[in-house]
């Protein structure tokens, strides 16, 4: 009798065990806090992309900041020794006004807001701010962290410095009042680079891809992602663009057209995303 209560004592034991690796074994795993997978972020749109047109792009200019303002481009071009700011003819691609930056500056990112110039520098930790007319310098402003791309809500500033943040300057102290953490439904996102303000969101290149996200500002979320490989292939034959990679993103407001470039591309392309 004994040796049958001690037998079902230790059935009712692997019983219970079983059922509780069972529990354990099915959790959610979307809730799961050491997950990277968000599958509360619905997954971004797959943005459709077509080259409408062409214009001659300098190629010794290794593409960091692009935008477009009153019918001309303002780029902000890297490499030490050869970094510019430059105010470029759309058309014809000419170099209407440049200014060199000092050899050991590697410039970044670019933005135009009202009558100032905004510019980044890489791993120097500083910007700079330009009048828009003449490129004379006003200030410089400390970045503590890399400058990578800039954008403008016409407000405020947007700074992107490699990872998956975005940090929003106020223009006039220069000083950080908030930031975006960029992320689609399989998580935080990193590389987030050039910058550009399109109607409401933030279309960023990603480093090293042919990939360019459409960011929720409100959220940080990515609400749309464009592969633009096959269109670069056909656009720039025998071109090295995976060396020279895509770079640079300016949009005309009042004409609704987007422009893209890339680090010493022959080119820059108007695109269309659908």
Same mark, same amino acid.
């Given at each position: 009798?004994?040796?049958?209560?001690?037998? =079902?004592? *230790?059935?009712?034991?692997?019983?219970?065990? %079983? $059922?509780?690796?069972?529990?354990?074994?099915?959790?959610?795993? #979307?809730?799961?806090?050491?997950?990277?997978?968000?599958?509360?972020?619905?997954?971004?749109?797959?943005?459709?992309?077509?080259?409408?047109?062409?214009?001659?792009?300098?190629?010794?200019?290794?593409?960091?900041?692009?935008?477009?303002?009153?019918?001309?481009?303002?780029?902000?071009?890297?490499?030490?020794?050869?970094?510019?700011?430059?105010?470029?003819?759309?058309?014809?691609?000419?170099?209407?006004?440049? =200014?060199? *930056?000092?050899?050991?500056?590697?410039?970044? %990112? $670019?933005?135009?807001?009202?009558?100032?110039?905004?510019?980044? #520098?890489?791993?120097?930790?500083?910007?700079?701010?330009?009048?828009?007319?003449d490129f004379s310098l006003i200030k410089t402003f400390d970045i503590p962290f890399e400058g990578w791309g800039m954008t403008t809500d016409g407000k405020n500033l947007y700074i992107s410095d490699g990872t998956n943040t975005i940090h929003i300057y106020d223009p006039h102290t220069l000083k950080e009042i908030n930031r975006i953490s960029v992320q689609d439904n399989n998580g935080m996102l990193s590389n987030v680079n050039e910058l550009e303000w399109i109607d409401g969101y933030i279309y960023s290149n990603v480093w090293q891809t042919n990939y360019i996200l459409k960011i929720d500002p409100a959220t940080g979320n990515v609400v749309g992602k464009a592969d633009l490989t096959q269109q670069i292939q056909a656009a720039l034959p025998g071109f090295d663009w995976q060396t020279n990679v895509l770079n640079g993103i300016a949009y005309d407001a009042a004409g609704k057209k987007i422009y893209i470039t890339g680090k010493n591309w022959p080119k820059l392309f108007e695109v269309k995303f659908y």
């Open positions: 009798m004994r040796q049958r209560v001690i037998a =079902l004592i *230790l059935l009712l034991v692997f019983a219970a065990g %079983g $059922v509780f690796y069972f529990l354990s074994s099915n959790k959610d795993h #979307t809730t799961d806090p050491d997950s990277k997978t968000n599958n509360t972020i619905a997954a971004p749109t797959a943005l459709q992309v077509s080259f409408v047109n062409s214009f001659p792009h300098d190629t010794s200019a290794f593409t960091e900041g692009l935008q477009y303002i009153d019918g001309v481009l303002y780029e902000s071009t890297g490499n030490k020794g050869s970094s510019t700011l430059r105010k470029v003819d759309l058309a014809t691609g000419k170099v209407i006004k440049n =200014l060199k *930056l000092k050899d050991d500056y590697f410039g970044e %990112g $670019v933005t135009v807001l009202g009558d100032t110039i905004y510019q980044l #520098t890489w791993q120097n930790h500083v910007g700079f701010v330009y009048k828009k007319g």
